[in-house]
């Protein structure tokens, strides 16, 4: 049942009896941290990139009041 589950438990360093949790021999855990920073800083730019839209998307809509309503 355990070798099922190794390459989880090696991947987050659970269960490697006092051994750090890199291992140089197969670079997995460096891989699974390059993918995890990747994710991480797509995730902040899509936050990003939504959070501008929004202000676009209002200043857009406050413009568009004032010409509708003649408030020039």
Known sequence: MYAAYRAEFIAF???TAGR???RAKTGYNFSM???TFAIRLL???FFLG???SAIVVLISFV???KE???DD
Request: charged share 15%.
């Open 20 to 22: 750090p949790p890199y």
């Open 43 to 45: 995730e902040a730019m």
């Open 63 to 65: 413009e568009d009041a």
């Open 33 to 35: 941290l390059l993918a």
């Open 50 to 52: 939504l959070a501008g």
């Open 68 to 70: 509708l309503f003649g």
């Open 13 to 15: 360093g659970v269960g």
